[in-house]
T-cell receptor, first 114, second 109 residues
Framework: GAVVSQHPSRVICKSGTSVKIECRSL??????MFWYRQFPKQSLMLMAT?????????EQGVEKDKFLINHASLTLSTLTVTSAHPEDSSFYIC??????????FGPGTRLTVL | KQEVTQIPAALSVPEGENLVLNCSFT??????LQWFRQDPGKGLTSLLL?????REQTSGRLNASLDKSSGRSTLYIAASQPGDSATYLC????????FGAGTRLTVKP
């Protein structure tokens, strides 16, 4: 089946630094990818929709200057958490729809900001 | 704005029981509905996808139904096993994808 990878799987960083998370669709092309955040014991929350070749669409309450999204190619989207703070510590997951519109999810990235 | 609700929030059953998880959504203008499984600290595994034109999908011991007009879906798990213990999420695809809060299932040996 279709596979979506994320890198890194875990990252620990100091407050104030920036962290880049990559999301790749390994065997299919995706013009759209989705980025989610999940706080402990809470459900996934959609952060933004990444669009290849154009600007990302952000959900209400998500700071676009803080969470930079770049959909550089049909198989790669990146999420950069700029000037990370402890409250940004979370589990970040991306997904990409296949041609049949089945959503395939990456394994997630656990971000810890000290 | 689409809202997705899952009931119950948590469920604990003995091994072997058949069980039903419920998902409801407020906007019936959807393309599809998908059920996922999430193990602690892990990503999501897709279980079943039901297109808006379909009424149910089956995979092994899992059966998912969709009643778009009433905004409901159910996930039926037959003969539950301890390995089924996980959080089950439903997600509705409209212009974007909205998740329910999930049902935490524990199957006791």
């Amino acid at each position: 089946g279709a596979v979506v990878s994320q890198h890194p799987s875990r990252v620990i960083c100091k407050s104030g630094t920036s962290v880049k998370i990559e999301c790749r669709s390994l065997d299919f092309q995706a013009t759209t990818m989705f980025w989610y955040r999940q706080f402990p014991k809470q459900s996934l929350m959609l952060m933004a929709t990444s669009n290849e070749g154009s600007k990302a669409t952000y959900e209400q309450g998500v700071e676009k200057d803080k969470f930079l999204i770049n959909h550089a190619s049909l198989t790669l989207s990146t999420l950069t958490v700029t000037s990370a703070h402890p409250e940004d510590s979370s589990f970040y997951i991306c997904s990409a729809p296949s041609l049949t519109d089945t959503q395939y999810f990456g394994p997630g990235t656990r971000l810890t900001v000290l | 704005k689409q809202e997705v609700t899952q009931i119950p929030a948590a469920l604990s059953v003995p091994e072997g029981e058949n069980l039903v998880l419920n998902c409801s959504f407020t906007d019936s203008a959807i393309y599809n509905l998908q059920w996922f499984r999430q193990d602690p600290g892990k990503g999501l595994t897709s279980l079943l996808l039901i297109q808006s034109s379909q009424r149910e999908q089956t995979s092994g011991r899992l059966n998912a139904s969709l009643d778009k007009s009433s905004g409901r879906s159910t996930l039926y798990i037959a003969a539950s096993q301890p390995g089924d213990s996980a959080t089950y999420l439903c997600a509705v695809k409209g212009n974007d994808m909205r998740f329910g809060a999930g049902t935490r299932l524990t199957v006791k040996p």
